[in-house]
């Protein structure tokens, strides 16, 4: 391998997001299902081209979209949670946006940056809905949300500040995949508790 450790750290969170997807049944948890699927595909492609493929453009393409469907399941997941009277379009505007996202994946736009822009927007949407539905139910699966969402970005920034433990055996890269193992668990116990019924009026964000 050629970055073995990091490699291994991909493969684990594959493993991690392919369990909450077996776990998680039923049409109220689809999107959370999605999200959960598209990391772990982000994850084994991004675990292939560290660990023996690191030139490989179309494993990295393939992080790339994933990151691109995760966004999109994050756009979603905010709409469904705060606005779900116009969820349906919502969710119709970020496939569009995931359709131009991936055309300029595949025209060229291939650095993790622009993937990071393209995220970015949407863990943010989905943390405020998060925050919101806690506020105003008190349920401790929404902070859970919340929380990881929060240890995303954190993760996020230290990896693009090439913070890590070790410069060796354990980069920025472990240590951002490490971090968002523990977000994924909580945000798969927001994840269980499927999607709340829409606000009663009067409560509208």
Known sequence: MTDAVVAITDYLLATECGVFVALLRGREVRLYAVFFGATAVASLAGGAVHGFAPDSRWLWIAVLLA?????????????????????????????????????????????????????????????????????????????SGAAGLIITLLASYLQQRGVGIHPVYFNHNALYHGLEALALFLIFRAARAGLPQPLARGQAA
């Open 67 to 143: 990151l691109g469907v995760t966004s999109f399941a994050c756009w979603s997941l905010a709409a469904a949670l705060l606005l779900p009277r116009f969820a349906r379009a919502i969710q119709i505007a970020a496939a569009i946006e995931l359709a131009l996202y991936s055309i300029a994946v595949l025209a060229g736009r291939q650095n993790f940056s622009f993937a990071v822009m393209n995220y970015l927007p949407a863990v943010l949407a989905l943390l405020v809905a998060f925050a919101v539905r806690w506020a105003r139910t008190r349920t401790a699966a929404f902070a």
